[in-house]
């Protein structure tokens, strides 16, 4: 049966910290607040979840009791899965999880400040190495399907990043243990480092191999890691001409976007990403894409394009985003120096 929608009146408690669930939400209609303890400073933190968000995934996927309160604000309805069902959904809607793990930010920047407790970090730890701590944290608890994605995920915002090719191997570690033990089922997982000398190999019947979308794309990822753009270039030309799906045809185009930036090809850069806003107005990384357009008419000299592409993003953009302040940088530099 299906999961079913659960209503919530005003100021009723859909669970408790410290509770013990297996239930994930997601929140349709209403307010629900997440109440939950600071881990540095022990003072009370509140969330607020917006509709169409998850909560209760954390603890739901990795077996342990909640670590906060969901308490309902306004009259809300919610849908509940199963940890089971909420995997099954997740790992059938690879977009979903992408999703989830873009949007549901406070989620993530909790887990980043409990990894760098834990860590012992006492300097600033920046988006990218948070991202990765993400993945290394769900490695760790056996999270598989959430580690391979954050690994994944880092690979997309941070194809040139310092642990660009750890994340590429940790993403394989996480996968072997997922074929063969499923979830929370298998042994300790060290990341960073020895992990993949340790990974099981499983057998033939236990994988289902990676599509060859799938491993076209990664592969060319991974040239980017390294800065061979001209040949990650190529594996993305032979990826599109070899119809693939409809998700790994943006991808692969809009990383092609990214290679001729970085070759400094910047009116086939303008040309190929305005294509592809003009097909996937409503694409996640629609922002960056117009960020790279802007960013080529400015090494271009065009500063008036520029800007009017800098306004566009700045009208789409929180404050609180790293790519606001970055074309907010570009922009102010354009009005100082017409």
């Not at 297996?22 to 917006?50: A, P």
């Not at 598989?144 to 994944?152: I, V």
């Not at 943006?250 to 930036?261: D, I, M, P, T, V």
């Not at 305005?274 to 409503?282: E, L, S």
Request: aromatic residues 12%; proline residues 4%.
């Amino acid at each position: 049966m299906p999961p079913k929608a659960a209503f919530y009146k005003a100021n009723s408690i859909i669970y408790f910290r410290g509770d013990e669930g297996d239930k994930v939400f997601i929140l349709n209609s209403g307010k629900v607040s997440l109440t939950y303890e600071d881990i540095e400073t022990g003072q009370e933190m509140r969330d607020l979840v917006k509709v169409g968000e998850f909560f209760g995934v954390k603890s739901a996927l990795g077996r342990f009791r909640r670590e906060e309160t969901a308490l309902v604000l306004a009259d809300c309805q919610v849908v509940a899965f199963s940890a089971d069902e909420f995997e099954l959904l997740v790992l059938k809607n690879i977009p979903l999880i992408m999703k989830m793990l873009k949007v549901y930010s406070n989620q993530l920047r909790r887990i980043q400040k409990q990894v760098q407790t834990l860590l012992g970090a006492e300097e600033h730890v920046d988006a990218a190495k948070g991202l990765f701590s993400i993945g290394e944290y769900y490695l760790r608890n056996k999270a598989y399907p959430q580690a391979t994605y954050a690994f994944k995920r880092y690979l997309v915002y941070y194809p040139s990043g310092a642990a660009a090719n750890q994340a590429l191997k940790n993403i394989e570690v996480a996968e072997a243990y997922l074929s063969r033990y499923g979830t929370g089922k298998g042994p300790d997982v060290q990341a960073a480092g020895p992990a993949e000398k340790t990974a099981p190999q499983p057998q033939a019947a236990d994988k289902a191999p990676a599509s060859d979308a799938e491993q076209r794309y990664y592969r060319a990822v991974s040239l980017i890691s390294q800065e061979k753009y001209e040949d990650a270039l190529k594996e993305f030309k032979g990826l599109i001409a070899a119809g693939p799906d409809e998700e790994y045809l943006s991808k692969a185009q809009y990383e092609s976007g990214r290679c001729l930036f970085y070759l400094k090809q910047y009116d086939k850069a303008i040309g190929l990403f305005t294509q592809w806003v003009q097909k996937y107005p409503k694409h996640p990384d629609l922002r960056d894409a117009l960020y790279f357009v802007g960013t080529s008419y400015y090494n271009m000299n065009d500063k008036t394009k520029a800007a009017g592409i800098f306004k566009k993003i700045l009208t789409m953009t929180p404050e609180s985003e790293s790519i606001y302040q970055k074309t907010r940088k570009l922009l102010k530099q354009i009005e100082g120096n017409p």
